[in-house]
């Protein structure tokens, strides 16, 4: 499987700018999106915007090749440390934010000692059984972590009130712009880290991990690098959950949680940046419209299983695939058998 | 071209490495010049892969030590020891093979382009970047692969992969390079010119050992010769003085027969009938 973004040869001027085009097309349609939507379907939308920076953080791990089944208690991490900040220390929240961020990066930073000795399905259930320490920690230690009932009335974003201009961040719109500017500037970095000479070694650990090591890649060094910056991100994403939602517990960060992650990241495909991110919007949009619609919804591990069978038997490269064989068929179709290879590679 | 001290720049003094009760690598000791090309043979599970595993850091030596400019590396990742200058080769087509052929090679230059994390994030590292790229490419041209830089690796025949191989390894910049079967699966044409770019990289100052089948590669290639069996060493040589020695010729011999005649390992005096030795 050819990888796109390394693989994919410098972008000229002209699509680099249809490209910007495209983003700010993108953006204007996040900036009207709640103003389409009721007010509970706006909660679904900052909600959304959360998970699209747990499973794009995610994706950055997976690059290294290895696949947790930690992250979403990583994201737990993050959520209570800054949730225990603004609460217990009094720290005002767009730090707390931040410093929670840090505590799940530097959680990765220790569990990457004991885990990284370990690669492929030793990993992944090496990560799941770590995942389960923190969350009994948590659940043993009510002080100050709330036992199994978790943390509750959590402080909420500081209004801003410059007298002309206030803003309350209850309000699931304000706070969905508030989310947004986090999430984007986040997944900016995200992209940057990939497109740079760090992203084209993790990709290199993927596919040889021996012979990155042979011209001098510390394989260790990187791997704990992507687990601590994709840590840093998912912990930044627990503590935007906190602070919306106003409680959490145990259970939230459990890992009937991480499967939903699972299942965006595969059914979206992990190839290329956007795909996870398609999966999540995708698979959100059909949860919550098309099921609740139904009345389904109590049904949706049921469907979500469904789905990623489907994914997987004919789809196996997720739905960032379609576009790319979208666009192959179209070319059969106008140009005759004459152009039918050159696209589709 | 010796080291300014007098010492060998690698060397192996009573190398041992044991698989549970199965003793791969047994007391061993070696040592190369600098600027030597120096040939690694002996009849199929003497222990020459598993001599060089341990030498570039794959696994720790059970006993003994590997030194490198008279420095004890024994047991140190293979990454250090790639910083250090000592870089291997893989057998066969160990590539990205997801990569096109640049990036390979630009991975290659990991070494070469250090540059901070909030740099890289920035763009700032572009021109240590656009430096390394050239580098790469630099490495490409010496193996003739220059005008294939953007081709996937997937779509390049097995000849050309192993160029490739050796100038990811190349770009490096190696003091020492480890060369493991160099000319396995090449035609005797590819053979000719793959030997005559390892003299080019050993006359640019790179000392070279390998491990090779293929003896009459091995016999006009190499300045000096040890030979393993068992694990430990048999003979250690000019190529004449290896090719005419009795011990060397009845461990192949005797290895031949008990390979059922497959000849992989081939006759120490292949050099006059070694051709089939190339397949």
């Known amino acids: 499987m050819p990888d796109p973004a390394v693989a994919a040869p410098a972008d000229g001027p002209v699509r680099r700018s249809f490209g910007r085009l495209r983003l700010v097309f993108l953006f204007a349609a996040l900036a009207v999106l709640p103003y389409l939507l009721s007010y509970s379907q706006q909660e679904i939308a900052v909600l959304l915007v959360i998970n699209v920076l747990l499973v794009s953080s995610y994706r950055l791990l997976t690059l290294t090749g290895e696949w947790s089944l930690g992250h979403v208690v990583i994201m737990g991490v993050g959520a209570y440390a800054s949730a225990l900040l603004a609460k217990r220390l009094g720290v005002p929240v767009p730090l707390s934010l931040l410093i929670g961020g840090c505590m799940a990066a530097g959680t990765a930073a220790i569990l990457s000692f004991p885990l990284f000795r370990m690669k492929g399905f030793y990993f992944l259930i090496g990560s799941f059984a770590a995942g389960e320490i923190i969350r009994l920690i948590w659940k043993r230690f009510t002080d100050p972590f709330g036992g199994p009932k978790g943390l509750k009335r959590i402080d909420a974003f500081p209004d801003i009130d410059t007298g002309f201009l206030s803003i309350d961040f209850y309000e699931p719109v304000n706070y969905y712009f508030l989310a947004l500017v986090v999430v984007s500037a986040s997944l900016f970095v995200l992209y940057r880290i990939e497109r740079s000479r760090i992203g084209l070694t993790f990709h290199a650990i993927h596919w040889q991990d021996r012979l990155a090591e042979s011209v001098g890649v510390d394989t260790f060094r990187y791997r704990t690098l992507a687990f601590v910056i994709a840590s840093f991100f998912a912990g930044i994403a627990g503590g935007l959950y906190a602070h919306y939602v106003g409680a959490v517990n145990p259970t939230r960060f459990s890992v009937d949680q991480m499967v939903y992650v699972l299942v965006w990241a595969i059914v979206g495909g992990t190839a290329t940046f956007h795909g996870p991110i398609l999966g999540v919007v995708v698979l959100t949009v059909i949860n919550e419209m098309v099921l609740r619609g139904l009345g389904l919804d109590t049904a949706r591990p049921l469907i979500y299983g469904a789905i990623l069978i489907l994914s997987v038997l004919y789809l196996p490269d997720g739905l960032e695939s379609l576009g790319p064989r979208l666009r192959a068929w179209l070319q059969r179709r106008r140009g005759g058998p004459a152009a039918a290879g050159g696209e589709a590679a | 071209m010796n080291a300014p001290d007098g010492l060998p720049i690698l060397e192996a003094r009573g190398l041992t490495r044991r698989f549970g009760g199965l003793v791969a690598v047994d007391d061993f000791s070696f040592a190369v010049r600098e600027g030597a090309i120096h040939g690694l043979i002996g009849p199929n599970g003497a222990g020459k892969t598993t001599t060089f595993n341990v030498i570039s850091g794959f696994y720790a030596p059970t006993a003994g030590q590997v030194l490198y400019r008279g420095r004890d590396i024994s047991g140190r990742k293979t990454s250090a020891l790639a910083a250090m200058g000592l870089v291997r080769t893989f057998q066969g087509s160990t590539l990205f093979q997801e990569f096109s052929v640049l990036d390979n090679a630009r991975v290659g230059r990991h070494l070469g382009a250090r540059s901070g994390f909030l740099s890289r994030l920035l763009g700032a590292d572009r021109a240590s970047e656009a430096e390394a790229d050239a580098r790469a490419r630099d490495a490409l041209a010496f193996f003739g692969l220059e005008d294939l830089a953007d081709e996937p690796v997937s779509n390049l025949p097995h000849g050309h992969q192993r160029m490739l191989g050796m100038a990811v390894a190349l770009a490096a910049e190696p003091k ?104």
Not at chain 2, 199 to 212: P, Q, Y
Request: proline share 5%; glycine share 14%.
């Open chain 2, 176 to 279: 020492v390079l480890l060369l493991d079967e160099p000319f396995t699966g090449m035609n005797p044409e590819e053979t000719r010119r793959m030997m005559e770019l390892v003299r080019r990289i050993r006359d640019d100052g790179v000392t070279v050992m390998l491990v090779e089948h293929d003896m009459q590669a091995v016999m006009n290639l190499c300045d000096i010769i040890t030979v393993m069996n068992f694990g430990a060493l048999l003979v250690e040589g000019a190529p004449d003085e290896v090719r005419n020695d009795p011990a060397v010729i009845e461990a192949y011999l005797g290895s031949a027969t008990g390979n059922g005649g497959s000849g992989n390992g081939g006759s120490p005096n292949g050099g006059a009938n070694g051709a089939g030795d190339a397949a």
